[in-house]
């Protein structure tokens, strides 16, 4: 019995010191300049009868929007974002409200990969009257984030690397073949809100110049190399 146990015990540490590996996290981050941005044009008519803020609202959406495709904006996409008609009430008497008129909203999104040109588009609500322009925003559109994630796979692929070679190396081994190599966690940069996600109304106010910022962009790898 004692000399089975003699045995596993040294078959173990022999299979032990054979699978000796090193284990290591790569990480990369990198600022990348976005590449599409939206905003969404809002028309508001508040008037006693409903359907007539309603068509009032509609008629002056169709306005925006025909001016924007005017506009003939690079990879434009343009989507209705809200309808909505809702009561207005007056509440001097908190227990018998009283409905004083209707408002109508009607937004209008308007996004595109022609970042300094934004700035027509919110010009067209100032030319049309549209009460409102809001959530501003720039993003990294769908391909150049799938370019940048996979850039930034590989730098943290040889950051890993780099890492397992400084501890194999501090351990008076070398650094042996990948054993596993797996991606742990890829951080998707949330769009930018150039105005800090806040409405205002449009009336007789300029049109801004649109300032970009750079987004992050990081991945996360966990490799173990095998030491000789």
């Known amino acids: ?6 045995i596993v015990l040294l078959s173990s540490q022999a299979a032990f010191a054979e699978s000796k590996f090193v284990s290591a996290s790569g ?36 306005k925006a929007r025909a001016e924007v495709k005017k506009l003939n904006l690079k990879d434009l996409q343009v989507q209705t974002s809200a309808y909505e008609v809702n009561p207005e009430y007056n509440y001097e008497r908190p227990n018998k409200p009283k409905v004083t008129g209707y408002v109508a909203q009607l937004g ?4 595109t ?15 049309l009257g549209l009460q409102r322009v809001g959530q501003l925003q720039t993003f990294l559109s769908t391909a150049k984030l799938k370019t940048e994630q996979e850039a930034c796979l590989e ?6 690397r780099a890492k397992a070679e400084k501890m194999a190396l501090a351990a008076g081994s070398k650094l042996g073949g990948v054993i596993s190599l ?5 951080q998707v940069p949330q769009p930018v809100f150039a105005m800090a996600g806040q409405e205002r109304a449009m009336a007789d106010s300029p049109s801004p110049q649109i300032e970009t910022r750079a987004q992050d962009v990081s991945v996360t790898v966990q490799a173990s190399f095998a030491l000789k």
């Open 1 to 6: 019995m004692k000399t089975f146990i003699l």
């Open 27 to 62: 990480h990369c981050s990198r600022k990348t300049a976005p590449d599409r941005a939206s905003v969404v044009l809002s028309s508001e008519i508040r008037n006693a009868n409903p359907k007539v803020a309603a068509n009032e609202a509609t008629e002056l959406y169709e």
């Open 108 to 111: 209008l999104t308007v996004e």
């Open 113 to 127: 990969s022609e970042l300094p040109r934004v700035s027509e588009v919110i010009a067209i609500a100032t030319k």
């Open 155 to 160: 730098e943290a692929v040889r950051n890993a």
């Open 182 to 186: 797996s991606e742990g966690s890829a």
